[in-house]
C-alpha cells in the first residue's frame, strides 16, 4: 500500500512543481527572495511513524507563520486556555495576515485570532518568562517535544526582517496602547520575529501534524505532549482561520486543519476517519515545502499539491 502511495506522491509532486513559477518567494524579507521557486517537498507521516516522501522534503526553511501554532499552544499551556482567549478572540477575520485595520474600527482592539500577525504579536507576550530568550524557550521547549530535536534558527532571516518589520511595529504599538501586549513592543517583536525564524523541514512540521492529528499524542514517542482540549481548539483556528484569506476556500477544496508560513511551508493535520477502504484512515500530518506563494501568503504548488491529494485519498473532514 505505501508503495502505491509513494508513486502516486511522485506523480503529484511532478504535476504541481511547475505551478512554482506562477508563484513569488516571500520579497518583503530579502532573505527569502533568494529560494528556488521550483522546490516542492512533502513527508506524510502515519501514526505507526511510516513516512511516505517526495521532492525536496529535507530543505531547510524557516517556520514563517507556522510557528503560530507552536506559540499558541505554548501560550494555553503556559497561562492556561481562557487566560489566553481573554486577550486573543478565536474569529476568522478575511483579512491579510498583516492587516491593521479591524485594531482601530473595533474598541477595545482584542486581536482577532492568533494566526493573523496581531493575535500572534499578542500570545508571544503571554509566553512564561520575562525576557525575550525566556519567552522563546517555551516555544523551543515545545517544538522540541515534538520533532525530537531542537530546530535550528536562521539569523539571516530574522536579521533581514527585523530590519523590514515596520507593519509588524506598528501591530505591536497598537496592541500596546489597548492593553493587549504583556510585554515591552521591542521584546514581544523580538520573540515573535525569532520564532517565526526557526529553521524546520516538511519531515518536521509533518510530526507536528500527526501530533495534532492525534489530538496532542505522539504515537511514535508514546507520549501526550499537550491536552486534547488545546489540539480542538488550535484544530479548530487552522480550520477556519490557518491559510489566511484562502481558509474558506482550503476548506472548501482539501477540508483539513491546515498552517501556511510565508516561507512556503504547509502544516496539515488528517484526522481519522472510520470509512472503509481508504488510505490514511486513523489520520495523519502532512509537511509541504513550496517557497513560490500567492498573493495570499499560501504556497501555489503546495496547495495545489494538498488539493489533489485530498481528492485522491479523501481527506477532507467534511
Ligand atoms: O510577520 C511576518 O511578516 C512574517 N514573519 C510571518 C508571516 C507569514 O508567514 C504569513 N504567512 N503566510
Same mark, same amino acid.
Given at each position: 500500500? $505505501?508503495?502505491?502511495?509513494? +508513486?502516486?506522491?511522485? &506523480?503529484?509532486?511532478?504535476?504541481?512543481?511547475?505551478? /512554482?513559477?506562477?508563484?513569488?518567494?516571500?520579497?518583503?524579507?530579502?532573505?527569502?527572495?533568494?529560494?528556488?521557486?521550483?522546490?516542492?517537498?512533502?513527508?506524510?507521516?502515519?501514526?505507526?511513524? !511510516?513516512?511516505?516522501?517526495?521532492?525536496?522534503?529535507? !530543505?531547510? #526553511?524557516?517556520?514563517?507563520?507556522?510557528?503560530?501554532?507552536?506559540?499558541?499552544?505554548?501560550?494555553?499551556?503556559?497561562?492556561?486556555?481562557?487566560?489566553?482567549?481573554?486577550?486573543?478572540?478565536? +474569529?476568522?477575520?478575511?483579512? %491579510?495576515?498583516?492587516?491593521?485595520?479591524?485594531?482601530?474600527?473595533?474598541?477595545?482592539? &482584542?486581536? #482577532?485570532?492568533?494566526?493573523?500577525?496581531?493575535?500572534?504579536?499578542?500570545?508571544?507576550?503571554?509566553?512564561? /518568562?520575562?525576557?525575550?530568550?525566556?519567552?522563546?524557550?517555551?516555544?523551543?521547549?515545545?517544538?522540541?517535544?515534538?520533532?525530537?530535536?531542537?530546530?535550528?534558527?536562521?539569523?539571516? *532571516?530574522?536579521?533581514?526582517?527585523?530590519?523590514?518589520?515596520?507593519? $509588524?511595529?506598528?501591530?505591536?504599538?497598537?496592541?500596546?496602547?489597548?492593553?493587549?501586549?504583556?510585554?515591552?513592543?521591542?521584546?514581544?517583536?523580538? *520573540?515573535?520575529?525569532?520564532?517565526?525564524?526557526?529553521?524546520?523541514?516538511?519531515?518536521?512540521?509533518? &510530526?507536528?501534524?500527526?501530533?495534532?492529528?492525534?489530538?496532542?499524542?505522539?504515537?511514535?514517542?508514546?507520549?501526550?505532549? #499537550?491536552?486534547?482540549?488545546?489540539?480542538?481548539?488550535?484544530?479548530?483556528?487552522?480550520?477556519?482561520?490557518?491559510?489566511?484569506?484562502?481558509?474558506?476556500?482550503?476548506?472548501?477544496?482539501?477540508? !483539513?486543519?491546515?498552517?501556511?508560513?510565508?516561507?512556503?511551508?504547509?502544516? %496539515?493535520?488528517?484526522?481519522?476517519?472510520?470509512?472503509?477502504?481508504?488510505?490514511?484512515?486513523? /489520520?495523519?500530518?502532512?509537511?509541504?515545502?513550496?517557497?513560490?506563494?500567492?498573493?495570499?501568503?499560501?504556497?501555489?504548488?503546495?496547495?495545489?499539491?494538498?488539493? $489533489?491529494?485530498?481528492?485522491?485519498?479523501?481527506?477532507?473532514? #467534511?
Amino acid at each position: 500500500m $505505501n508503495f502505491i502511495e509513494g +508513486e502516486n506522491l511522485d &506523480r503529484w509532486v511532478k504535476q504541481c512543481r511547475p505551478l /512554482g513559477r506562477k508563484g513569488r518567494c516571500a520579497e518583503y524579507i530579502p532573505a527569502l527572495g533568494e529560494s528556488n521557486l521550483l522546490d516542492l517537498g512533502v513527508c506524510i507521516i502515519t501514526p505507526e511513524g !511510516v513516512e511516505i516522501k517526495s521532492g525536496e522534503w529535507d !530543505v531547510p #526553511f524557516t517556520l514563517q507563520s507556522i510557528s503560530k501554532v507552536i506559540s499558541f499552544i505554548a501560550a494555553c499551556l503556559d497561562r492556561g486556555i481562557s487566560y489566553v482567549l481573554e486577550r486573543v478572540d478565536v +474569529e476568522p477575520t478575511g483579512d %491579510a495576515f498583516n492587516s491593521i485595520v479591524r485594531l482601530e474600527m473595533n474598541k477595545p482592539g &482584542r486581536p #482577532f485570532n492568533p494566526m493573523i500577525n496581531a493575535g500572534a504579536i499578542t500570545i508571544t507576550s503571554l509566553l512564561n /518568562g520575562e525576557s525575550p530568550e525566556q519567552k522563546l524557550n517555551s516555544v523551543y521547549e515545545l517544538l522540541e517535544k515534538m520533532i525530537g530535536r531542537r530546530p535550528t534558527f536562521n539569523e539571516r *532571516v530574522f536579521q533581514s526582517e527585523w530590519k523590514t518589520a515596520n507593519r $509588524n511595529r506598528a501591530l505591536a504599538y497598537y496592541l500596546k496602547e489597548g492593553g493587549f501586549l504583556e510585554a515591552e513592543v521591542e521584546d514581544a517583536l523580538e *520573540v515573535y520575529l525569532k520564532q517565526c525564524s526557526i529553521e524546520v523541514n516538511a519531515k518536521d512540521i509533518a &510530526r507536528m501534524g500527526l501530533i495534532l492529528s492525534q489530538n496532542g499524542y505522539d504515537s511514535i514517542q508514546k507520549k501526550q505532549v #499537550f491536552p486534547k482540549e488545546v489540539a480542538k481548539l488550535i484544530k479548530g483556528l487552522m480550520m477556519t482561520c490557518g491559510m489566511y484569506n484562502a481558509s474558506g476556500k482550503f476548506a472548501a477544496f482539501v477540508g !483539513v486543519p491546515a498552517k501556511s508560513g510565508v516561507s512556503g511551508g504547509v502544516i %496539515a493535520s488528517v484526522p481519522a476517519r472510520y470509512e472503509q477502504k481508504i488510505p490514511f484512515q486513523m /489520520g495523519c500530518g502532512i509537511g509541504i515545502y513550496g517557497p513560490a506563494i500567492d498573493e495570499f501568503g499560501n504556497s501555489i504548488a503546495g496547495v495545489e499539491l494538498l488539493k $489533489n491529494l485530498a481528492d485522491e485519498w479523501d481527506f477532507s473532514i #467534511f
